[in-house]
T-cell receptor, first 111, second 114 residues
Framework: GENVEQHPSTLSVQEGDSAVIKCTYS??????FPWYKQELGKRPQLIID?????GEKKDQRIAVTLNKTAKHFSLHITETQPEDSAVYFC??????????FGKGTHLIIQP | GAGVSQSPRYKVAKRGQDVALRCDPI?????LFWYQQALGQGPEFLTY????????KSGLPSDRFFAERPEGSVSTLKIQRTQQEDSAVYLC????????????FGNGTRLTVT
């Protein structure tokens, strides 16, 4: 089955700086890669996703890049703000219908 | 419109008790998933329904776990003879797309087994 590795587990950045979170996946058949943001005690919320036929996607301060050859994808957040503080999960969907999630990155925005 | 609704929000059970967790997906969503999220971890797949059919239950950790969706809408996850290792947040997600992307999650049920 699919295996998703996520790094780092904790990331602390100064407000206004950029944050990058990286994930790798094992199943070359995976074709859909969403990123979820989860605040304490709340539901995971989709922030951006990318499909395997696209190399990069942007939505305001958030971007995701995908390298199918290397089987890795990354989340980039620019001009970080205090409300960006949360746990971020990457996920991949392979041959099966469900998503396989990474273990999460706790992003801390320092004022 | 309403999102995915789960109840109860919190459940405390004594070891050995049975529990039932409910999920109301977004109206009209064909696909429904259950995930288990342990503290500090990512969600882990439990089971998947398309309408009333349970297409994948490979993630259920033991035969104490059972899920159903008899009318293709509301789903119930039942855990029999709860154990301490069952303590986790149980998340339900639904999708209206054939390729199940994206998934919309509920707030989850936090189960604590004492």
């Amino acid at each position: 089955g699919e295996n998703v590795e996520q790094h780092p587990s904790t990331l602390s950045v100064q407000e206004g700086d950029s944050a990058v979170i990286k994930c790798t996946y094992s199943d070359s058949a995976s074709n859909y890669f969403p990123w979820y943001k989860q605040e304490l005690g709340k539901r995971p919320q989709l922030i951006i996703d990318i499909r395997s036929n696209v190399g990069e996607k942007k939505d305001q301060r958030i971007a995701v890049t995908l390298n199918k050859t290397a089987k890795h994808f990354s989340l980039h957040i620019t001009e970080t703000q205090p409300e960006d503080s949360a746990v971020y999960f990457c996920a991949a969907r392979g041959g099966a219908d469900g998503l396989t999630f990474g273990k999460g990155t706790h992003l801390i925005i320092q004022p | 419109g309403a999102g995915v609704s789960q109840s109860p929000r919190y459940k405390v059970a004594k070891r050995g008790q049975d529990v039932a967790l409910r999920c109301d997906p977004i109206s009209g969503h064909v696909s429904l998933f259950w995930y288990q999220q342990a503290l500090g971890q990512g969600p882990e797949f439990l089971t998947y329904f398309q309408n009333e059919a349970q297409l994948d239950k490979s993630g259920l950790p033991s035969d104490r776990f059972f899920a159903e969706r008899p009318e293709g809408s509301v789903s119930t996850l039942k855990i029999q003879r709860t154990q301490q290792e069952d303590s986790a947040v149980y998340l339900c997600a639904s999708s209206n797309r054939r390729d199940n992307s994206p998934l919309h999650f509920g707030n989850g049920t936090r189960l604590t087994v004492t």
